[in-house]
T-cell receptor, first 111, second 114 residues
Framework: NAGVTQTPKFRILKIGQSMTLQCAQD?????MYWYRQDPGMGLKLIYY???????DKGEVPNGYNVSRSTTEDFPLRLELAAPSQTSVYFC??????????FGPGTRLTVT | TQLLEQSPQFLSIQEGENLTVYCNSS?????LQWYRQEPGEGPVLLVT?????EVKKLKRLTFQFGDARKDSSLHITAAQPGDTGLYLC??????????????FGQGTILTVHP
């Protein structure tokens, strides 16, 4: 049982490049979330999904897109990377008691 | 927008000391969760408190949910170096479109020196 997995672990992008952060969970959870964590700022919700085919914006969605074609996978897309998107990104899925299970994170630097 | 203010932001103490971390809001939450995060890893759930006034104990950690479900505290007794980490509180919205979504505090970085 792998829980929530994320790839890549680290990535450096140039301004204007695009990339997809991968997230997968094997717990059959319907709810999944993408957060970014900046130093001293806690976790900010980017996008979330309540099930396959259903996604919605969180607190800081600008510059990002998501899709949810299956229950297991919830990729996050950055189309035109900007320095302000330098952060650590966490994917999470939610269990039956509304507890969240987090992946190990992706550390992204945009230069 | 629901906000959670966590204090203190930094805490540096000696092994064996006691400490309390506070999490406050003007909003009501249906539940309050506490997470611990170690460097290079994702947050891991410690406890969920649901009922106003609820107290939960996890070995040397005591969690309390305020009567009005707007605030919470985490008390650690006789801190150990292994307690070092980032502690995050997170409130679950009370119904409507907030259901299931968590609002996180900015975190408390705890360092326990041997």
């Amino acid at each position: 049982n792998a829980g929530v997995t994320q790839t890549p672990k680290f990535r450096i992008l140039k301004i204007g490049q695009s990339m997809t952060l991968q997230c997968a969970q094997d717990m059959n959870h319907n709810y999944m979330y993408w957060y970014r964590q900046d130093p001293g700022m806690g976790l900010k919700l980017i996008y979330y999904s309540v099930g396959a085919g259903i996604t919605d914006k969180g607190e800081v969605p600008n510059g990002y897109n998501v899709s949810r074609s299956t229950t297991e996978d919830f990729p996050l897309r950055l189309e035109l990377a900007a320095p302000s998107q330098t952060s650590v990104y966490f994917c999470a899925s939610q269990g039956a008691a509304n507890e969240q299970y987090f992946g190990p994170g992706t550390r992204l630097t945009v230069t | 927008t629901q906000l959670l203010e966590q204090s203190p932001q930094f805490l540096s103490i000696q092994e064996g000391e006691n400490l309390t971390v506070y999490c406050n809001s003007s909003s009501v939450f249906s539940s309050l969760q506490w997470y611990r995060q170690e460097p290079g890893e994702g947050p891991v759930l410690l406890v969920t408190v649901v009922t106003g006034g609820e107290v939960k104990k996890l070995k040397r950690l005591t969690f309390q949910f305020g009567d009005a479900r707007k605030d919470s505290s985490l008390h650690i007794t006789a801190a150990q170096p292994g307690d070092t980490g980032l502690y995050l509180c997170a409130g679950e919205g009370a119904g409507g479109t907030s259901y299931g979504k968590l609002t996180f505090g900015q975190g408390t970085i705890l360092t326990v020196h041997p």
